[in-house]
């Protein structure tokens, strides 16, 4: 298993941009699907993004596709979540997670960071 931190999260208004990293710890990194989550108060953790292991295979949750970009640098072990024209809908604590596949469910990903806040002001 790897180690996941996050960072990068904060205050911002709508229509503003905010950049999320992930660090993990391991050798093994670029073997792991990297996928972001976040949960809004009172409601379920939602799949926001993921990557492949070598970065070339990407997907986005309809919500924030074609305002979040997710990528990842393995020499640096660290997975990036890149966000624009953010919404007052987008605040939540975000969260990476590392996984054996490309999917989107909570379950399939077994390594978990603290998560980061994100607030959108309107």
């Known amino acids: 298993q790897v180690q996941l931190v996050e960072s990068g999260g904060g205050l911002v208004q709508a229509g503003g941009s905010l950049s999320l990293s992930c660090a993990a710890s391991?050798?093994?990194?670029?073997?792991?699907?990297i996928a972001w989550f976040r949960q809004a108060p009172g409601k379920e953790r939602d799949f926001v993004a993921n990557?492949?292991?070598?970065?070339?295979?990407?997907y986005y949750a309809d919500s924030v596709k074609g305002r979040f970009t997710i990528s990842r640098d393995n020499a640096k072990n660290t997975v990036y979540l890149k966000m624009n024209s953010l919404k007052p809908d987008d605040t939540a604590v975000y969260y990476c997670?590392?996984?054996?596949?490309?999917?989107?469910?909570?379950?399939?990903?077994?390594?978990w960071g603290q998560g980061t806040q994100v607030t959108v002001s309107s």
């Open positions: 990557i492949s292991g070598r970065g070339g295979i990407t």
């Open positions: 391991g050798r093994t990194f670029s073997t792991y699907a």
């Open positions: 997670a590392a996984g054996p596949s490309l999917v989107r469910s909570t379950r399939s990903y077994g390594s």
